[in-house]
């Protein structure tokens, strides 16, 4: 072998090596750790897992896996409204739908979101019970220098109508911490759960704590006329203080007749808070919920660090250890993303695995874009 012939292929092995212990390998080891599941959403023929890595579907009936293909991997978020047409969102001002994934059409607003495009992430979308699409977008951040922890993230609601329409909705204030969780009420009020951080200094140290309340964007249309679509809705927003000024933010999310539910833990104790109105009813739990969903008979599942069960309901406990997502179908089947074993679904006898083998996707899609 010639000393040139050695060299080019010497450097080719380096460079291998380089590529699979920084980027593949971690890669590997993170998909078997987790699936890293955004959400699941449903049509009436599939079930639909959103990852970081892609959107995936899994049919119903014959448990086949596919891939959509045509959305890229850096999908935040997939719902499905009363139609059954899938809506998307990318980290990146673009918002898809599909009923046949052969068919995807894309959306874009009419107008500039934020000149600084890095800080222009689509983070939630919901459907309100008219068919409007719902899209929150993080537009900016102010960096405190003093403490990073106290940055000022900017946010902007979008909403997208049947009709084709977008109308922008200014976030009432910027927000020091993470990222608003989102929810569609009943009365098609925009609900957002907001943590604030707080700094205080005491004697040299630094002691942060956070803060919660309900942000509504609250319709003064016809709610009571959903069936029409109302062009006259007035919007305005006011806002809800959370019960406990303690308390910290674990898992929230809307059962199938709109009710918010939040979890968390206040002074050592765990706690899950339903609202009604503008209270806040507490139900006792004694263990950390991970993740929670609703069943077509209105019954709240939780997962704990046992398994899964109905919420307050003795001798309803389904084994299984951590549980880091949970759907519950049209069909009452029980899906979620276990930390090991990725995605599984119970159909009230037993647990049944499905292999994605994403890692296959990820690699092919690191080389068709490396060369």
Request: hydrophobic share 35%.
């Amino acid at each position: 072998m010639s000393k040139k012939k050695y060299i080019i292929i010497s450097a080719c092995i380096v460079v291998f090596a380089l590529v699979y212990f920084s980027i593949i390998s971690p890669i590997y080891e993170n998909y078997k750790d987790a699936t890293n599941v955004k959400n699941f959403t449903e049509d009436k023929e599939n079930v639909f897992v959103n990852t970081f890595y892609g959107l995936f579907k899994i049919n119903k009936v014959n448990n086949e896996i596919s891939q959509v293909k045509k959305i890229n991997n850096y999908i935040h978020k997939t719902v499905a409204d009363k139609n059954y047409e899938k809506w998307v969102i990318t980290y990146y001002d673009t918002l898809y739908s599909f009923k046949n994934e052969q068919k995807v059409t894309k959306y874009h607003p009419p107008f500039k979101i934020n000149k600084n495009q890095y800080f222009n992430e689509w983070m939630n979308i919901k459907i309100d019970q008219i068919g409007t699409k719902w899209i929150l977008v993080k537009t900016d951040f102010t960096e405190d220098p003093r403490d990073p922890l106290l940055s000022l993230w900017t946010y902007e609601l979008y909403s997208y109508d049947s009709f084709g329409n977008w109308k922008k909705y200014p976030f009432p204030e910027k927000i020091i911490g993470g990222e608003p969780d989102m929810f569609v009420d009943e009365y098609d009020n925009i609900i957002f759960l907001v943590t604030n951080m707080h700094k205080k200094v005491n004697n040299n140290v630094t002691e942060i704590t956070s803060s919660y309340k309900l942000l509504f964007l609250e319709n003064y249309g016809a709610p009571g006329d959903l069936g029409e679509i109302n062009s006259f809705r007035n919007r305005e927003w006011s806002q809800l203080d959370f019960p406990s000024r303690d308390f910290s933010l674990n898992n929230s999310f809307t059962d199938k007749k709109h009710n918010i539910w939040i979890t968390g833990s206040s002074n050592g104790n765990y706690n899950i808070y339903r609202l009604q109105d503008t209270d806040f009813i507490n139900y006792a739990v004694s263990k950390e919920i991970k993740a929670l969903d609703s069943d077509t008979n209105g019954k709240v599942w939780i997962a704990t660090e046992d398994g899964i069960e109905i919420l307050n309901e003795k001798n309803s406990l389904i084994p299984k250890k951590e549980i880091l997502k949970m759907f519950i179908d049209s069909n009452n089947k029980k899906w979620i993303e276990e930390r090991r074993n990725g995605i599984e679904c119970y159909d009230g006898k037993e647990w049944k695995s499905y292999d994605f083998e994403i890692f296959k996707y990820v690699v092919k899609d690191f080389f068709n874009n490396l060369f």
